[in-house]
């Protein structure tokens, strides 16, 4: 079985042949290792995007209609999932605190008064939006969830969400940005 060529292999295992799928991930699987590393230059973490990414195709063998793009649909799915391991890697090392939260006791400097400041605007205007749009902003900002579970979550198609997600990005920044931005406030003046 090892002579044959993966599209063979992939035909078999579209089929139901398990071990043809065995043998396809096998010969694949020290190219998506090492794709992954690239990405993540984490061996561990690339390890689990190669499972996510073999795991993701075995459940969608019956939607690829041409066998010979298997790799690149396995490198689609690296990056993919190679993405949304970096993205929650970033978000958390971002740390959004509740205002109300903010130490009272603690000594006042101009940082953690310009934070307060930051936070409050940012709250003051989140709390303006529609309360579906506030659980938006909240489950992509706060709790990390992918548009694509919030799109699942809420019943709603990906479209719809990625469109009201980028709508609502605009709405904040403009009204953030005034207060936090420099160059913000610079536009109003030179238009004026």
Not at 9 to 30: E, M
Not at 137 to 146: A, D, Q
Not at 160 to 174: G, N, T, V
Request: glycine share 2%; proline share 3%.
């Amino acid at each position: 079985m090892n002579d044959k060529s993966y599209i063979e292999l992939f035909q078999r295992a579209k089929s139901g042949d398990l071990r043809a799928w065995t043998v396809l991930q096998n010969r694949f699987s020290r190219f998506a290792i090492k794709f992954a590393s690239k990405i993540i230059n984490d061996e561990d973490l690339s390890q689990d995007i190669v499972q996510e990414s073999f795991w993701d195709l075995y459940r969608n063998l019956e939607k690829i209609t041409t066998p010979a793009a298997f790799p690149t649909l396995l490198k689609r799915n690296l990056i993919k999932y190679g993405d949304r391991i970096l993205r929650k890697k970033e978000n958390q090392n971002l740390v959004f605190v509740d205002p109300n939260q903010i130490d009272q006791n603690a000594k006042e400097s101009d940082s953690s008064y310009l934070e307060k400041e930051c936070f409050d605007t940012i709250l003051k205007n989140v709390n303006q939006l529609d309360p579906a749009d506030q659980k938006l902003i909240e489950l992509y900002y706060y709790k990390n969830y992918s548009l694509s579970e919030i799109s699942i979550s809420e019943g709603k198609t990906l479209s719809f969400i990625k469109k009201r997600h980028i709508y609502l990005k605009k709405i904040l920044k403009s009204r953030i940005g005034e207060t936090f931005r420099p160059e913000a406030c610079a536009t109003y003046l030179m238009a004026a």
